[in-house]
Nanobody, 120 residues
Framework: QVQLVESGGGLVQAGGSLRLSCAAS????????MGWFRQAPGKVREFVAVIRGNAYYADSVKGRFTISRDNARNTVYLQMNSLKPEDTAVYYCAATSGSDWFDYRKYPYWGQGTQVTVSS
């Protein structure tokens, strides 16, 4: 059974930092791409970052967020710096063996989400 468990969300002031973690277990192989998505109230879930060797970011977070992966721990991280109120959302990690890494609909495995709230 595949499990993705996020942690590290919380409330932070604008300009602050948070580090999200996602521990994966039960994935059928190591050949999975791990990504982060977010969903704000009333909005569509959107791509944030993905890592498969190289890292790729949404323009809105480029230069502020860093995705990394520890294969020995089956854990992916999202370091979020210079947070803005518009970063407020539920953040989800997800895994896929497919090739369309930027489309949330292509990810079969999801964590439960962790709330990030940035106050102004």
């Amino acid at each position: 059974q595949v499990q993705l468990v996020e942690s590290g969300g919380g409330l932070v002031q604008a300009g602050g930092s948070l580090r999200l973690s996602c521990a994966a277990s039960g994935l059928p192989s190591n050949n999975y791409v791990m990504g982060w998505f977010r969903q704000a109230p009333g909005k569509v879930r959107e791509f944030v970052a993905v890592i498969r060797g190289n890292a790729y970011y949404a323009d809105s977070v480029k230069g502020r967020f860093t995705i990394s992966r520890d294969n020995a721990r089956n854990t992916v991280y999202l370091q979020m710096n210079s947070l803005k109120p518009e970063d407020t959302a539920v953040y989800y990690c997800a895994a896929t063996s497919g090739s369309d890494w930027f489309d949330y609909r292509k990810y079969p495995y999801w964590g439960q989400g962790t709330q990030v709230t940035v106050s102004s």
